[in-house]
């Protein structure tokens, strides 16, 4: 499984970005799961939202509920991640990725199995 990420850039607070994460077919698979992740300099990677494959259903951390969203297309093998209201608190590296098991209780880095490289997202 391939996961490549897109979208990041340099936005003022306040701004809106949409980040896209694209992947391989996933045809072994009908129950998977997809989450957004970011890491800022000299901090942990933390969850920011995931969604299930087969149902649709979302997961939001609390520190984004309410300013982002995620969806899919599946189509498309496209995962989106609209972030609005930005603030300096969601500077940092966004990575996405894929639990084949589907979707965890919580949204841990440990619980996702494949992993993009990462897309910058600076705001000031």
């Known amino acids: 499984v391939q996961l490549v990420e897109s979208g990041g850039g340099s936005v003022q607070a306040g701004g809106s970005l949409r980040l896209s994460c694209t992947t391989s077919a996933l045809t072994y698979s009908s129950t998977y799961c997809m989450g957004w992740f970011r890491q800022a300099p000299g901090k942990e990677r933390e969850g920011v939202a995931m969604?299930?494959?087969?149902?649709?259903?979302?997961y939001y951390d609390d520190s984004v509920k309410g300013r982002f969203a995620i969806s899919r297309d599946n189509s498309k093998n496209i995962m989106y991640l609209q972030m609005s209201d930005l603030t300096v608190e969601d500077t940092g590296m966004y990575f996405c990725?894929?639990?084949?098991?589907?979707?965890?209780?919580?949204?841990?880095?440990?619980?996702?199995?494949?992993w993009g490289r990462g897309t910058q997202v600076t705001v000031s």
């Open positions: 969604i299930d494959s087969r149902i649709n259903s979302t």
């Open positions: 990725a894929l639990d084949p098991g589907g979707c965890p209780t919580w949204l841990r880095v440990k619980d996702f199995d494949y």
